[in-house]
RNA sequence: GCUGGCGUAGCUCAGUCGGUAGAGCAGCUGAUUUGUAAUCAGCCGGUCGGGGGUUCGAAUCCCUUCGCCAGCUCCA
């Protein structure tokens, strides 16, 4: 036995987990008859399933969470118990929870006992558990419920329905609350409410799914969009624009008929189907194909920023982060086998580079070689340590999901975390065997034959979409100067000092700035305020002596007021920040 | 797609037991000519998401449908 404190880096896992157990046993007192499934501690608290008569609503949250301070106070013994086998299993089958000795037939097969873990020994609760737990359940305060919803046993959308009690829980009620106000602040950044207060994208319910850039977000879209061009084209990259709607018979050869087709939109044209394109390789294939091919073209690169649709189940929808219609800043570079870790790793520091560029945190993971693949495992090996050998070059840390590869190859994926802590997928390198093979693409090598090139897919961004929805939640839509959608606005003091303001509007527009002149008949505090809530990162104040002097006086969203300076000195300062892309931290 | 919740003016929201739909902000008009986060007044604005039903009468109750939100499954 071993005594956790609370300071040691699994107590609060632990602590979630004998929350769990809390809640497990409120709801099967105030629900008798309830299956319970399992119930662990995740990254942000805890949760457990049920199987229960009716789903839960909001107010049986309140009961459940009622019952379980009762029970807290309580103060009731949590006891580890080993228990033989044979008695476990007719002790959940008789209480009604099958789930349980599907459980235990599973994961302790061979064994003679089995750990269990009870609440008062068996009056409250008892789980199948290895634990470990705190000793009573009057440790347990600070904790807070926080959803219901559905979830399905094992994860299995066909199988048996549960109903998911989720929650969170801290060792304290100060980090409880903390976290808690961290989840209301989060809600402020959602970019699905920063972009309708900033007037950058909307939604229509005629078209789910699908995003309307208003003239603010094209901005924003089209400056990444150039940005990633300007990246790419020195690293050797072409953009290229293929067909958005394809013949059956593209998608046929390529397999996504037979494996993607449920998520295409299809559409019949004389006769013909037709699908959509949700994704570009296949008609990079064609590109490719379209010429005969050198040894010394390659590697090459097609870049393509056209838009896909894919057609995505209506529930996961979500904002820009999931949506039906997107585009990528894909690419798909056709490379020899030699010259795949090389490219992964000049790859690899693209990303880096581009992250930085954005102020973006991210995670990489590689993965490997799954059950079901195509190819053999000798190739696959060799992909797989050309990966491992480009991250290391690349000086890139990264984490390694065994067989979690597509079934043609291995990949690179990389995570960015939105306001509340969910993981989104962006940037991403996988190798690819299978594509070259079914579009039946050849090279011709130095020795006068014909090899098959290996193709890598890859996106930095991910999608346009999904970026910008990270960037929004990141930054709070307080842009750097660089990707401001307005970078200035002037503000005239009074109506006699609007020829004046439209000059320096000209001179910055002439510059090359994004800028507005606001001259309404408003105070300049108000003017203010509404250009500090609109995020704009400077407001350039003229009134009589700026007009006499030939200045304007700034004030920086996030510093307030600079002071009086000539409209040159200003242009060059907010040009200066444009070129090092302000790379300093993004403040509110 | 699944389970639950939600849908009232451009935005944020109120609307009791079923009894003639409200506020603030925004917008428009007028006054005000303003120096670093909201000047004042007046006015305009809604088939209460759509369709159907119950009722003398529906924003309110029921059915259905669309959309949105959370999670699940699936994915950039």
Redesign the pocket.
């Given at each position: 036995m071993k005594i956790v404190t609370g300071d040691a880096p699994e107590a609060l896992h632990l602590y979630r987990h004998s929350t769990a157990h809390l809640l497990a046993a409120a709801v099967t007192q105030l629900f008798p008859g309830t299956q319970c499934g399992i119930g662990p501690a995740t990254d942000e608290g805890f949760?457990y399933d049920f199987v229960v008569e009716?789903?839960?609503?909001?107010e049986d949250l309140e009961r459940i969470e009622a019952k379980m301070r009762e029970i807290a106070q309580g103060d009731f013994v949590y006891e580890r118990q080993m228990w033989p086998r044979d008695e476990a299993l007719a002790f959940f089958a008789q209480r009604g929870e099958p789930l349980k000795v599907q459980l235990i037939e599973e994961k302790t097969a061979g064994q003679d006992t089995v750990s269990v873990y009870t609440i008062k020994d068996r009056d409250l609760f008892v789980d199948f558990c290895v634990g470990p737990h705190v000793p009573s359940s009057g440790k347990l305060k600070a904790f807070k419920l926080?959803?219901?919803?559905?979830?399905?046993w094992k994860?299995?959308?066909q199988g048996q329905?549960m109903?998911?009690v989720?929650g969170t829980a801290f060792l304290s009620d100060k980090e409880l609350q903390a976290h808690l106000t961290r989840l209301e602040e989060a809600k402020k950044r959602?970019h699905?409410?920063v972009g309708?207060?900033l007037g950058l994208f909307t939604?229509h319910?005629?078209a789910?799914?699908a995003t309307f850039w208003l003239d603010k977000g094209t901005t924003l879209y089209n400056i990444l969009a150039n940005y990633m061009r300007e990246v790419l084209f020195p690293a050797g990259y072409v953009e290229v624009k293929t067909p958005l709607v394809f013949n059956k018979a593209l998608w046929e050869t390529s397999g996504h008929w037979e494996h993607y087709r449920q998520?295409m939109f299809l559409i019949e044209a004389e006769g013909e189907q037709m699908g959509m394109k949700a994704m570009n390789c296949p008609g990079h294939m064609l590109v490719f194909g379209s010429g005969v091919r050198s040894y010394r073209d390659l590697p090459l690169r097609l870049h393509e920023q056209t838009p896909l649709h894919?057609n995505?189940?209506?529930?996961?929808?979500?904002?820009?982060?999931?949506?039906?219609q997107?585009s990528?800043d894909d690419a798909h570079c056709f490379v020899t086998e030699d010259q795949i870790a090389d490219e992964v790793e000049q790859l690899l520091k693209l990303v880096q580079r581009v992250y930085r560029d954005f102020g973006l945190e991210y995670a990489a993971k590689l993965s490997t070689r799954p059950a079901q693949f195509l190819g053999e495992v000798a190739t696959w090996d060799h992909a797989e340590a050309s990966l491992r050998q480009a991250l290391e070059r690349a000086g890139q840390a990264y984490t390694v999901n065994e067989g979690d590869g597509?079934f043609y190859g291995p990949k690179i994926?990389f995570d960015v975390t939105d306001a509340?802590g969910?993981k989104?997928?962006?940037?991403?390198i996988?190798l690819d065997y299978q594509l070259p093979q079914r579009f039946d693409l050849h090279y011709i090598g130095a020795d006068n034959a014909q090899h098959r090139p290996v193709v890598i897919h890859r996106?930095i961004f991910?999608?346009f979409?999904?970026f910008i929805a990270l960037l929004i939640e990141n930054s709070a839509g307080a842009f750097p100067l660089w990707l401001a959608p307005v970078q200035a606005r002037v503000l005239p003091?009074?109506?006699?000092?609007v020829d004046y303001a439209q000059q320096v509007e000209a001179r910055l527009a002439a510059a090359g700035l994004r800028v507005e002149l606001d001259a309404?008949?408003?105070?300049?505090?108000?003017k203010?305020?509404?250009a500090?809530?609109g995020k704009i990162p400077y407001?350039l104040?003229?009134?009589?002596?700026?007009?006499a002097e030939g200045q304007v006086?700034?004030?920086s969203?996030a510093g307030?007021?600079l002071?009086?300076t000539p409209v040159d000195a200003c242009i060059q300062r907010l040009l200066d920040e444009v070129a090092t892309k302000g790379l300093v931290p993004v403040t509110?």
């Open positions: 949760f009716r789903p839960f609503v909001p926080l959803t219901t919803s559905n979830a399905y994860g299995d959308a329905p109903q998911r989720s959602d699905r409410k309708k207060d939604f319910p005629w789910p799914g998520n894919r995505e189940a209506s529930g996961v929808l979500t904002g820009l982060t999931r949506v039906r997107f990528q597509a994926d509340i969910r989104w997928q962006c940037a991403t996988q996106a991910g999608s979409e999904r003091i009074a109506d006699r000092h309404r008949q408003e105070k300049v505090n108000y203010i305020r509404e500090q809530l407001m104040v003229v009134g009589d002596r700026e007009a006086a700034v004030r969203r307030g007021d002071g009086a509110q």
